[in-house]
């Protein structure tokens, strides 16, 4: 079963980002994280069973440095947790999507991730992440 997992917000930097969050009254979880296979530092906000990730680009490499360059800071992604991201992969090959890397990568929290282009998703990049068995 697919479930809304995090959007994510590119921002030039964590503290700006956070401030309309911590207004509404939401608290980081968690220490920020760098995922060096992205080239972001993450902050993430609970909001129920989903959570706010916010994205600070590492450096010019990151595709979020590369995305600040030519768009606002905001929405960036909608990401879906599913159960078994590989079997997910192949059922959506067959339908078509088209994928931006051949396999799922390392995402956050010990997560595999994987982006379908944004063409295919309407507009919308979107990303499916795995969660660790046993944890979300
Ligand atoms: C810590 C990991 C964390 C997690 O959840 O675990 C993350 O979420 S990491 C998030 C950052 N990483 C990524 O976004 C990886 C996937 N992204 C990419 O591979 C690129 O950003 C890509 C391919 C989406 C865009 O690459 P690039 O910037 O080099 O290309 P263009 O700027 O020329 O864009 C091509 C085309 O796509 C449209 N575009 C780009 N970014 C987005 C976006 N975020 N949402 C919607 N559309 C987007 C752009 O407008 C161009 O459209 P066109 O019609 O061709 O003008
Ligand atoms: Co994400």
Redesign the pocket.
């Known amino acids: 079963m697919v479930q809304l997992?995090?959007i994510?917000i590119?921002t030039p930097d964590l503290d700006t980002g956070s401030a309309p969050y911590l207004a509404l009254g939401l608290s980081p979880e968690g220490p920020d994280?760098i995922?060096e296979?992205?080239?972001?530092n993450?902050r993430v906000f609970r909001v129920g069973d989903a959570m706010v990730?916010l994205?600070a680009p590492t450096g010019p490499e990151?595709?979020?440095a590369?995305?600040l360059e030519?768009?606002r800071p905001g929405?960036?992604?909608t990401?879906y947790r599913v159960d078994d991201i590989d079997a997910e992969i192949e059922r959506l090959k067959a339908t078509g999507a088209t994928f931006?890397?051949e396999k799922a990568g390392?995402?956050?929290?010990h997560?595999r991730?994987i982006?379908l282009?944004?063409?295919w998703?309407a507009?919308?990049?979107i990303?499916l992440?795995e969660h660790p068995k046993g944890q979300h």
């Open positions: 997992d995090h994510g590119a994280e995922v296979a992205q080239g972001v993450v990730e994205l990151s595709a979020i590369k995305y030519k768009n929405l960036h992604h990401a931006l890397s390392a995402g956050l929290h997560t991730v982006f282009h944004p063409k998703g507009g919308t990049l990303e992440c």
